[in-house]
């Protein structure tokens, strides 16, 4: 009876948490297709090689080797107890107790190896444990500049703590229920780090080593559900999302700006005085050119956005923002991720159709222009992000709206166009002097 | 200086090697005219057949199109392309790391295919084949130099060694700034800062910079780009130390260790 109520239960946690985590990560999905359509398919080895090299193997952290190692520890810890965690979903939903370990605990070989990978994964969960209390400290103790930004006030920072304190809290959980299962079964396991831990248990009785057994169990599972659900609104999305965003990264070289096609045709039809423009057609909707608002950004743009993990690489490699500029290239991710999720509940809250709040990502608390004006597009930024992400597209796209659109540029370089157009410089000097610098 | 526009050429009958884009820092700013002289005297030396636009060039668009304006840029890289398709321009060279950027990435979907060389790679490549002979091992005795990476040379193109590769020749000691390769500092410059007033900060990004240089301790800091040259000149201005430190391309410090130029150190 007592097992058939623990089914039920199971079930319905998992089903209720399944239901919330669907509707978190469709969200971030209809937001994401709020972008542009843009073609990356193609190039799949080469996108493949990315995706193993940059995504699984991390290739791009281990230029700055600490919060590399100590990184790459939780990552490996987590990929490694998903075993575990999938003994502990079918003990969920079957009733059973480590229905693994008594299939094959007869058969030595077999058994052997279950003890091994368990084993593993308690020493890899140590691991997990120094990284993560590492950490907090960076954060915390030793406040690693990058990780003290003004754009990390508020929710960032708590939700960068949330998820180091819950993977503290998944070890706990884990722990107790590994050495109390133990001490039930006295050492019968040999688990190698709960086997340390077992003296702990030394005074607890029966019932006592069972509740806390369960405790572990249904903490666990609590704290795995709960992170499914919490992940799609935390920066610790991109545990899922670093994959796509480097298969879908830029292959071209950092400095390529994609040419727009639109200006192309019109440049044509200007410099071609024979060019019979073609009939405009009434309907169609009016061109804009740049980027005003996350609508006008392609889709791996808010991509991005939404993998962006918040560690601030770029925004401590920016040459702007390491003068004292206002700019800094992880609050653009930021506020792109925020300007979208504000357009998703906007349009959530309308029938599915967004309604126009007389808002954009330019300004309105979101991106300053005077942030945009700041950028010298050096790259830094993109080089520096572990998984692909390049805030210069974003930037980029901006200033043309703005000096496209709202013919909103310094006086300085409204000077430095005209002088381009008119003298094919951007200074004012006559074409016809081209060719001095001979004569000197 | 023996200098031929490609208009000259074809008049002639002749094919140049290779169409030297001089770029505007390179035609009309008096430090990069410079740069300028001491590559055609490398080139002249050598015997290499180059041809430049001369007035027919215009200013790549690069400047233009990162401030944000892409009409700008289209209609000088659409003017600049069919000047060059006309002429039947194969090779370019440049010593501008923002005309080598945009010609070699922003150009091609437009019409414009070319091969297109940096001049640290075009001297890279002349070293490697024998053709430049070190004949003035005096000037840089004992001397220090580092070398700058530009953005639009570094990250955007990855071409790290190139430069280095040419600096090594010179009878010099080449160092690192503390932020090199792909962790190099901007000069300040990029994205059309260049021509306009820096954002408020604490600092401007080329003082920065030229602290990194002034602490590696080196008598020359090398660049490779007209516009990071002017940047850290005028660091170097700022500082007050432009009697110990000088600010060359790696262009003029190649002519002058070949005995084509005198720089005074």
């Not at chain 1, 193609?42 to 290739?59: D, M, T, Y």
């Not at chain 2, 590559?39 to 200013?59: D, M, R």
């Not at chain 2, 890289?77 to 006309?86: D, K, P, R």
């Not at chain 2, 160092?175 to 306009?196: D, I, P």
Request: proline residues 4%; aromatic residues 10%.
């Amino acid at each position: 009876m007592f097992t058939i109520i623990q089914i039920v239960l199971f079930i319905v946690l998992c089903s209720v948490a399944g239901y919330f985590a669907f509707k978190g990560y469709y969200f971030v999905y209809k937001n994401i297709m709020h972008g542009k359509s843009e073609d990356l398919s193609g190039n799949s080895s080469e996108r493949l090689k990315n995706l193993l090299l940059i995504a699984f193997g991390q290739k791009k952290m281990f230029k700055n080797i600490t919060p590399a190692v100590l990184h790459f520890f939780i990552y490996a810890g987590f990929v490694i107890t998903q075993i575990e965690l999938l003994e502990i979903f079918i003990d969920g939903l079957t009733g059973s107790h480590r229905i693994i370990f008594h299939a094959v605990e007869n058969i030595s070989a077999l058994r052997s190896i279950y003890v091994f990978t368990i084993s593993f994964i308690e020493v890899a969960s140590v691991f997990v444990f120094i990284a993560t209390v590492a950490f907090l400290s960076r954060r915390w103790i030793l406040r690693v500049p990058r990780l003290n930004k003004p754009e990390l006030k508020g929710f960032p920072v708590i939700d960068a703590t949330l998820i180091l304190l819950s993977e503290i809290y998944l070890l706990a959980c884990i722990f107790s229920m590994n050495t109390a299962d133990m001490a039930l079964h006295n050492g019968e396991y040999g688990f190698l780090v709960s086997g340390f831990f077992m003296p702990l248990f030394a005074g607890c009785g029966e019932t006592c080593l069972h509740i806390v057994e369960r405790s572990g169990w249904w903490g666990h599972m609590l704290g795995v559900l709960a992170l499914l659900v919490y992940l799609p609104y935390s920066k610790h999305l991109h545990i899922l999302l670093a994959f796509p965003n480097t298969y879908f990264g830029r292959l071209q070289p950092k400095g390529y700006i994609n040419n727009m096609p639109e200006i192309t045709k019109e440049i044509k039809l200007m410099m071609d005085p024979s060019a019979v423009p073609p009939p405009v057609d009434a309907n169609a909707a009016p061109v804009k050119f740049g980027a005003k608002d996350v609508f006008d950004l392609t889709w791996k743009n808010l991509l991005d956005a939404y993998t962006c993990t918040e560690c601030g690489r770029c925004t401590a490699a920016c040459p702007a923002n390491q003068t004292g500029k206002l700019l800094s290239p992880r609050k653009i991710m930021m506020n792109t991720r925020d300007r979208l999720e504000e357009v998703g509940r906007n349009r959530d809250a309308n029938d599915g159709v967004w309604k126009d709040d007389a808002k954009s990502l330019i300004e309105n608390n979101y991106i300053s222009v005077e942030e945009l004006r700041a950028c010298t597009t050096c790259n830094a930024c993109v080089e520096e992000c572990p998984i692909m992400i390049s805030p210069l597209e974003i930037i980029v796209q901006l200033r043309r709206n703005l000096v496209m659109e709202e013919s909103n540029a310094p006086a300085e370089w409204n000077g430095m166009f005209t002088a381009m157009e008119n003298n094919g410089a951007p200074w004012q000097f006559s074409q016809q002097d081209r060719l001095n610098w001979k004569n000197g | 200086m023996q200098v031929k526009t490609y208009a000259e050429y074809a008049s002639s009958g002749e094919t140049p090697e290779v169409l030297f884009w001089v770029g505007c820092a390179g035609s009309f700013d008096q430090r990069a005219q410079k740069v300028t002289r001491s590559f055609v005297k490398i080139l002249n030396h050598l015997n290499i057949k180059f041809a430049v636009l001369g007035t027919e060039e215009s200013c790549t668009g690069d400047p233009a199109k990162r401030a944000g304006n892409e009409f700008v840029f289209q209609m000088l890289a659409l003017q600049n392309i069919e000047v060059m398709n006309t002429y039947g321009v194969k090779r370019i060279v440049t010593t501008c790391p923002h005309c080598f950027n945009i010609l070699k990435n922003e150009y091609p979907s437009l019409g414009g295919n070319y091969e297109v060389i940096h001049h640290s790679t075009f001297l890279q490549k002349l070293i490697d084949e024998g053709r430049i002979k070190i004949t003035d091992t005096a000037t840089f005795k004992g001397k220090k130099i580092t070398y700058h990476d530009s953005c639009y040379l570094g990250r955007a193109n990855e071409i790290y060694e190139a430069p280095r590769k040419v600096l090594e020749e010179l009878d010099a000691e080449l160092v690192e700034m503390k932020s090199c390769r792909t962790k190099g500092l901007c000069c300040g410059a990029g994205g059309a800062q260049m021509f306009k007033e820096d954002e408020k900060g604490t600092k401007r990004i080329n003082i920065a910079r030229t602290e990194e240089a002034l602490e590696s301790n080196a008598q020359i800091v090398a660049a490779a780009c007209p516009f990071c040259n002017t940047m850290l000149t005028d660091g170097v201005k700022s500082k007050d130390k432009q009697q110990d430190v000088k600010v060359f391309d790696i262009a003029e410090l190649l002519a002058a260790g070949q005995g084509l130029e005198t720089i005074n150190l």
